[in-house]
C-alpha cells in the first residue's frame, strides 16, 4: 500500500530540526493555552495540570507508537495505512477518517480565534463579533492553503518563521510567570493530583480535553515521504514536540492557577492567555501573547492542512477515495487536488459555523468532538504497534517496554477516555464526533466493493524491516544500512 502511484511528493525536503519544529507547531502551544484552558478548567477546575500530566503518560506511549511503526512503513497516511496492515482494512480506513475530521473540524475551529485574536489587535470590540472573526480568518486559511500548495520547503520555512516568535514569546512569559508574586492563590501540589477530580468520569473528560492539546504532533508522519532518513526522523521529531509541549502546557496551566481568579479564565474563555499577559506584563503583555496566540493559530492552521491533505492523498493512491485526491502538482510536488478540496471544503463550513454561536461556544462542542476522534485512531495506533512487532517484543526488555507495553498502555487509555467520556459531553460534541466517524462508513464501503488493492494488504510485520539488527555489524554493515534507509535499531 505504500507504492506510489505515478509522480510521488518531494522527497528529502526535510531535515530533522525542520520535522521537531513541525511537531511542535502541530500541536500549537499557544492556541491550545489560550482556546482550551477555559475548557478545561471548566471540566476539572484546578486539577487542569493534573489532567496533562497524565495525559502526557499514555500519549508518549502513542508516540512511541508512531516512531517504531514510522520506521517499518514510511507512508503519507501513517496510521490509515498501518493500522490497515496490521488489524484490518476497516479498521485502517476509520483510522484515517478519524483524522480527516478531526482536522476538518479545526480548520473551522482554529481560524475562528485566529480572526476574533488579528481583531482584538485593533479592537476588543471587533473581536465579539463572529461574523467578521470569520471572515478574517477565512482569509488566513486561505493564506496557509496557498503556503501549504507551495510545497513542502515554503511551509516549514513559513512555519520556522512564526514557531519561533510564537515560542521565544511564550518562553519570556515562562520566565515572568515564575518570577511572578502578585497571585491570587498559593501553588498546591494537590493539583497534580486527583483530589480535585470529580471522580472517574471528571477525569476522563479532563483527559480527553488534554489530548487536544497535544493532538498535531503527528504531522511528522505525515510528513515521512517528503522527510530525509525518514525511518528515524519522524518518530524521534515526535518525541521530542511532545516533550517540549508539554513542559509548556504545564508552566502555563499553573501560572494560569495561581495568577487568574475563576471569574476571569470564565469571561476570557476564547483566550485565557491574553489576560494573563495582562497580569504579568501590564499594557504590553495581553498585546504581545495575543500575537504569540494569533501566530500559533495561523501555524497550526498550516500543520493540520498537511494532515488532513497527506491523509487524502494516500486514500486518492490506494482508490479508498476518488483517486483524483492522488494527484500531484507537476512543479510544487504537492497533492494539490487534496489541497483545494479541503480548502472548499473548509470555507463551506466557516459559513455554516455562524449559525452555531459565538466564538467560545464553537470551540468548546469543537474540542471534544475532535477529541473523541482523536482518542480513536491514536488508539489504534497504538494497537497496531504491538501486533507489527509481537515476534520482537521478548528480545529484549526495552523491546518489550517501549514497542509493547508503553503503547498498549496508550491506547487503552485512549480507548478508555472514549468510552468514559460520552456520558458528561453535550449532545453537541457527541454528534459531532460520533457522527463524523460514521460518516466514514460510506466511502470505506463504496470503494471496498469496487476492489480497492486496500481492501487486500500486505501485513506488516516488523522482523521483515528490521531482522538485520540481530545479525553481525559485517554482515550488514551499519553504513550499509543508513544508505538504504534501514533501521539501525529497534
Not at 507547531?25 to 499557544?30: E, L
Request: proline share 3%; hydrophobic share 55%; charged share 10%.
Amino acid at each position: 500500500m505504500s507504492n506510489n502511484r505515478g509522480r510521488g511528493l518531494q522527497a528529502n525536503a526535510l531535515g530533522t530540526f525542520d520535522t521537531v519544529v513541525m511537531a511542535v507547531a502541530g500541536s500549537a502551544p499557544a492556541y491550545s493555552i489560550a482556546a482550551t484552558t477555559a475548557v478545561l478548567v471548566g471540566a476539572v477546575g484546578l486539577a487542569s495540570p493534573a489532567a496533562l500530566l497524565y495525559c502526557a503518560i499514555p500519549m508518549l506511549g502513542i508516540a512511541l507508537a508512531f516512531s517504531y511503526l514510522g520506521r517499518i512503513d514510511v507512508n503519507a497516511g501513517a496510521s490509515y495505512s498501518w493500522v490497515g496492515r496490521t488489524l484490518h482494512p476497516f479498521l485502517g480506513f476509520i483510522s484515517g477518517w478519524a483524522l480527516v475530521v478531526s482536522a476538518t473540524i479545526f480548520m473551522v475551529a482554529g481560524s475562528l480565534p485566529a480572526g476574533s485574536m488579528t481583531l482584538s489587535l485593533f479592537d476588543q470590540g471587533l473581536a465579539d463579533n463572529t461574523a467578521l472573526s470569520t471572515v478574517v480568518g477565512a482569509a488566513w486559511f486561505v493564506l496557509m492553503l496557498l503556503v501549504v500548495l507551495g510545497g513542502a520547503r515554503l511551509t516549514v520555512r513559513a512555519q520556522l518563521l512564526m514557531s519561533g516568535i510564537e515560542l521565544g514569546i511564550l518562553a519570556l512569559f515562562a520566565v515572568f510567570a515564575i518570577v511572578h508574586t502578585d497571585n491570587a492563590r498559593a501553588f498546591d501540589w494537590s493539583w497534580l493530583g486527583f483530589s480535585h477530580f470529580d471522580g472517574v468520569s471528571g477525569f476522563a473528560s479532563g483527559a480527553l480535553i488534554a489530548a487536544f492539546y497535544y493532538w498535531g504532533w503527528d504531522v511528522t508522519s505525515n510528513l515521512s515521504e517528503e522527510t530525509r532518513n525518514s525511518r528515524r526522523t519522524t518518530g524521534l521529531a515526535g518525541l521530542i514536540g511532545v516533550g517540549i509541549v508539554f513542559l509548556l502546557f504545564e508552566v502555563f496551566t499553573i501560572a494560569v492557577n495561581i495568577i487568574l481568579t475563576s471569574r476571569q479564565i470564565e469571561s476570557n474563555d476564547a483566550n485565557v492567555l491574553a489576560v494573563l499577559g495582562d497580569e504579568l506584563w501590564p499594557g504590553w503583555g495581553g498585546k504581545l501573547l495575543i500575537v504569540s496566540v494569533m501566530l500559533s493559530t495561523i501555524a497550526t492552521l498550516e500543520t493540520t492542512l498537511i494532515q488532513v491533505t497527506r491523509s487524502l492523498f494516500a486514500m486518492g493512491r490506494d482508490r479508498t477515495m476518488p483517486t483524483a485526491l492522488g494527484r500531484v502538482h507537476r512543479t510544487w510536488n504537492t497533492p494539490w487536488v487534496a489541497i483545494t478540496v479541503v480548502g472548499g471544503v473548509a470555507l463551506v463550513m466557516f459559513i455554516a459555523s455562524n449559525a452555531l454561536g459565538s466564538v467560545g461556544e464553537i470551540l468548546s462542542d469543537a474540542i471534544s468532538a475532535i477529541g473523541l476522534q482523536i482518542a480513536v485512531y491514536y488508539g489504534l495506533a497504538g494497537l497496531a504497534v504491538v501486533v507489527a512487532y509481537r515476534k520482537m517484543l521478548f528480545r529484549s526488555a526495552a523491546n518489550f517496554f517501549f514497542g509493547g507495553l508503553w503503547p498498549l498502555f496508550g491506547a487503552l487509555f485512549m480507548f478508555w477516555i472514549f468510552v468514559e467520556s460520552l456520558g458528561s459531553l453535550s449532545d453537541a460534541a457527541i454528534g459531532i464526533g460520533i457522527g463524523g466517524l460514521a460518516a466514514g462508513l460510506i466511502p470505506m464501503l463504496w470503494y471496498w466493493r469496487q476492489g480497492s488493492e486496500y481492501y487486500r494488504p500486505a501485513r506488516l510485520d516488523a522482523t521483515h524491516t528490521v531482522e538485520t539488527d540481530y545479525v553481525p555489524d559485517d554482515f550488514v554493515p551499519e553504513q550499509s544500512r543508513v544508505h538504504q534507509g534501514l533501521p539501525t535499531d529497534f
